[in-house]
């Protein structure tokens, strides 16, 4: 016991070895609608041969590369952030990757984006585009990625839900009808009102203990009601996952997918259409995961006065190679994930948490059937509790300097309204350095940030220029 303190520095960090444990494993419960999510994503789209990934090769392979860099990262970098299959990436694929090359080429392209992020990771560029993001627009990323997570939770849960109109766009309840009528959202908002006065009542445990509160509530309401999951003809069903403990809780994973990638996406598209993509999905990997990196590290309160954290050149090289693991084994790009705040919420201050969630990751494999009880809608909860803990870092940022004001709120805003957390970071960018050096102060300006800034601009105006070159 005394070693495992010392290497996760445990006590160095005023945590406990139960605590730990709780937050893992509060983060996998908070994650493990990924197991379900992914491969709907993914085996929901044919590619160009009219090839479709199987739903349950991808929920195994899911599993597996997000134990295996979950671990890792516990161990390299020592620090209770998980990872798993990121959203932004997937859907990229599945919407417009694939329509042009297969799927075993559309993930060798993900591996081409993981190993250009570790090269920069290990040359120290990635470490110096991060020094060089002013601690405003840090706090900014922070409070934006909890606001996004807050909204993720809502919309989860049927709170939020598409009116089917321009404006305004989204509405209270599933439909956006702006009346709360499904069983499993009423679920959501007790598990909600549990979970927070548990928190705010400073209980240890309040977050685990909601998530469980609620999951049992909704095994008992499925059993008696028999809700079924949402479709067309039963819009008030459960989300991704039904509540049930019928059928075995066990399933031999099926790990075909692993391996299955090629690189011969160049030939059949051509260099400058392969560039395009590959570019694109090193600018959304790249960001989205320097804005987690620093809303978690702030909110496990292990970032220094200028947002770094401990061993972070290790950790931006084990997050590069998230995606190489992700695309080798047809999981999709692998990144450090957002509701890892929810077992830093719970207290999980150290890699150990991380070895737990990975371990349930890898254990999910076998145990699929029993990781997808827990209905999404009470997952929902504990993100919006994690979500309004991060969104508290903006009382850190003085806003009696509009500009500074301007580009914080507009990072803060895009993040969720975008549903992206790399678009809510290239908007801040480029209004930091466009306002701020006209209000006179562009020597306090890195040079890098205005490279980064350009870079933003062209990732903003890919669609115009892939118009131009014909891609």
Do not use: C
């Amino acid at each position: 016991m005394t070693r495992l303190d010392r290497f996760f520095e445990i006590s160095a960090r005023g945590s406990t070895i139960a605590t730990e444990l709780r937050g893992g494993v509060v983060s996998f419960i908070a994650m493990a609608y990924i197991i379900v999510l992914n491969p709907i994503i993914l085996s929901g789209a044919p590619d160009v041969e009219g090839y479709t990934l199987g739903f349950t090769q991808v929920s195994a392979v899911t599993s597996l590369a997000a134990g295996v860099m979950t671990i890792l990262f516990g161990v390299v970098a020592r620090l209770p952030f998980a990872f798993a299959a990121g959203l932004g990436i997937n859907s990229f694929l599945a919407s417009s990757i694939v329509g042009d090359v297969s799927w075993s080429e559309a993930m060798g392209l993900v591996v081409i984006n993981g190993v250009i992020i570790v090269l920069l990771a290990v040359t120290g560029l990635r470490r110096l585009i991060f020094d060089a993001v002013p601690m405003p627009l840090k706090l900014a990323i922070t409070a934006g990625i909890g606001l996004f997570i807050l909204f993720i939770g809502l919309v989860d849960a049927g709170f939020i839900g598409d009116t089917g109109f321009d404006s305004p766009p989204v509405g209270l309840g599933k439909d956006g009808s702006g009346s709360i009528t499904t069983v499993p959202t009423l679920i959501f908002v007790f598990t909600l009102l549990v979970t927070g006065i548990l928190v705010a009542r400073k209980v240890r445990g309040g977050i685990l203990i909601g998530l469980i509160a609620g999951t049992v509530i909704a095994i008992v309401v499925e059993a008696i009601w028999h809700i079924g999951p949402a479709g067309d003809e039963n819009p008030g069903g459960w989300g991704l996952s039904v509540p049930t403990l019928s059928g075995s809780p066990f399933a031999i994973p099926d790990l075909s997918l692993v391996g299955d990638f090629s690189l011969d996406s160049f030939g059949r598209i051509g260099l400058l259409a392969a560039l395009v993509l590959v570019f694109t999905l090193v600018f959304t990997n790249f960001f989205d995961a320097m804005g987690t990196f620093t809303g978690l590290s702030k909110q496990a309160e292990v970032a220094d006065e200028n947002g770094n954290f401990p061993r972070l050149q290790s950790a931006l090289v084990v997050e590069g190679a998230g995606a190489v693991v992700g695309g080798a084994v047809s999981a999709s790009s692998n990144t450090v994930f957002i509701e890892s705040g929810a077992g830093i919420g719970e207290g999980a201050r150290t890699g150990l948490a991380s070895l737990v969630t990975g371990g349930l990751f890898l254990a999910a494999m076998f145990l699929t059937p029993l990781a997808a009880i827990v209905p999404t809608e009470v997952a929902a909860a504990a993100l919006v509790i994690v979500g309004a803990m991060m969104a508290a870092h903006l009382t850190e940022i003085d806003f009696s300097d509009f500009s500074v004001a301007l580009p914080v709120v507009l990072t803060v805003a895009v993040m969720p309204l975008s549903y992206s957390i790399a678009n809510g970071i290239g908007v801040g960018f480029i209004s930091w350095v466009v306002v701020r050096s006209l209000s006179g102060k562009v020597r306090e300006i890195s040079p890098l940030l205005w490279v980064v800034a350009v870079g933003f601009l062209l990732y903003f105006a890919r669609g115009w220029i892939d118009s131009l070159v014909g891609v």
